[in-house]
């Protein structure tokens, strides 16, 4: 399965901590994108890199990709109130279809 | 810009009944998606539609059946509901199935079978 596996499932940290979240896969990719998921509402895409690159940067959102390890990691810093929400990768290989993982549960508590 | 819009927001529906959910995007593109989500699966693609007038199966296809009715409408028929179908069902759409392929999402159709 090309589905990347997410880890933590959940993760509560308090507010202005620094939050990670990793994500592992199997496969080889074309791009790898994280989304963002407020509860009850749909996802929001936040940051693509690409199979060539090792690190981006937009706002407080830090990612990284490992492809020999085939890991990618993503980071929030100085977590917010508003930052609560669920975070998805999401892989694009050979297929071309994407291919969501199960997410990481993220509570930034006051 | 409304981006995707979905219809209906929340449905209840008997086993076996019908039901068509609706999908519009307003942003030009080509690729068209339609995903569930259940607690603990993440989203699971059901059915795609990478260009207008070309539809194939996703990940969880069975019991489903989808229309891309022009290049902006994409709907998903349940022909006759089953409660293992209940779940929230998201369309989303992106300028083209290759690429880039940043995903525009709705805000969700909520579905329970009884």
């Known amino acids: 399965s090309q589905q990347g596996e997410e880890d933590p499932q959940a993760l509560s940290i308090q507010e202005g901590e620094n939050a990670t979240m990793n994500c592992s896969y199997k496969t080889s990719i074309n791009n790898l994108q994280w989304y963002r998921q407020n509860s009850g509402r749909g996802l929001v895409h936040l940051i693509l890199?690409?199979?060539?690159?090792r690190e981006k940067h937009s706002g407080r959102l830090r990612v990284t990709l490992d492809t020999s390890k085939k890991s990618s990691s993503l980071l929030i810093t100085a977590s917010r109130a508003a930052d609560t929400a669920s975070y998805f990768c999401a892989l694009r290989g050979g297929a071309q279809k994407l291919v969501f993982g199960q997410g990481t549960r993220l509570t930034i508590n006051p | 810009n409304a981006g995707v819009t979905q219809t209906p927001k929340f449905q209840v529906l008997k086993t076996g009944q019908s039901m068509t959910l609706q999908c519009a995007q307003d942003m030009n593109h080509n690729s068209m998606y339609w995903y569930r989500q259940d607690p603990g699966m993440g989203l699971r693609l059901i059915y795609y539609?990478?260009?207008?007038?070309?539809?194939d199966k996703g990940e969880v296809p069975n019991g489903y059946n989808v229309s891309r009715l022009n290049k902006r409408e994409f709907s998903l028929r349940l022909e006759s509901a089953a409660p293992s179908q209940t779940s929230v069902y998201f369309c989303a759409s992106s300028e083209a199935i290759s690429g880039r392929g940043e995903l525009f999402f709705g805000e969700g159709s909520r579905l329970t079978v009884l």
């Open positions: 539609s990478a260009s207008e007038g070309t539809t």
């Open positions: 890199i690409r199979s060539n690159e």
